[in-house]
């Protein structure tokens, strides 16, 4: 847009030109590359300012809700470190897949507090990976025994024993900023709910619900 007016850089035109479907993952980000095509006397940059995508036939996304919870008997939790309790990420074969986590649940066994966070894109160690259905985008791993880096995206109090209801964490009003995506390096986005219990071995269980699109 320049002085008002729109100036179009470029049209792709696939109408009746091509005998394959021209656009197999349209839920992929908008990205930007520069490539130098010859020996620069600096390092290149490129400044992007904004994008936008619309979509003239409007937006009705079909919608799967899944979950997963873990025992009853709980997940033995730290009083030093957070422990990961459920952590999910997009399998390797569904790059193009999108999966927006919108609600977790969270008791202690003991009447003690505990501490909870939330962390996106961190490194889980341990346990097994097991898909969540075979139409599904997504694996979730209850077994993981740590978990390091990432970035904290919430994090808060939930309390137990009898009497006390389960507290739960509505990522629903964050509009989707949660969803999981394949990085432009291949690599899958983890979305990981941690907790660190008052007292070493305090117990605690906890669920994890999404939402996939397809």
């Known amino acids: 847009m320049v002085d008002g007016r729109i100036l179009t850089a470029h049209k792709f035109h696939h109408a009746n030109k091509i005998t394959s479907v021209y656009m197999t993952t349209a839920t992929l980000p908008l990205r930007y590359e520069i490539t130098n ?4 006397a600096s390092n290149t940059t ?3 300012i904004c994008n936008t995508v619309i979509s ?6 079909r919608v799967v809700t899944r979950s997963v919870s873990t025992a009853l008997t709980g997940v033995e939790l730290s009083d030093t470190t ?3 309790m459920i952590a999910i990420r997009l399998k390797s074969n569904r790059p193009g897949g999108i999966a927006v986590p919108v609600a977790a649940d969270l008791y202690g066994l003991q009447s003690t507090p505990f501490n909870y966070r939330v962390l996106q894109n961190a490194t889980v160690t341990g346990g097994a990976w097991v898909s969540a259905g075979d139409e599904s985008h997504v694996e979730y791993n209850m077994t993981a025994t740590a ?3 990432g970035n904290n995206l919430l994090q808060g109090m939930f309390m137990g024993g009898a009497g006390v209801n389960q507290t739960n964490v509505d990522f629903k009003k964050y509009n989707s900023s949660y969803q999981l995506r394949t990085r432009i390096d ?6 990981v709910v941690t907790a660190i219990a008052t007292t070493n071995n305090d117990d605690a269980v906890a669920s994890l619900t999404w939402e996939e699109y397809n």
């Not at 095509?37 to 620069?40: N, R």
Request: proline share 8%.
């Open 37 to 40: 095509t010859g020996t620069t």
């Open 46 to 48: 490129l400044e992007h």
């Open 56 to 61: 003239e036939g409007g937006h009705s996304p």
């Open 147 to 149: 978990v390091s880096g």
């Open 186 to 191: 291949g690599t899958m986005e983890t979305f």
């Open 82 to 84: 957070s422990r990961p």
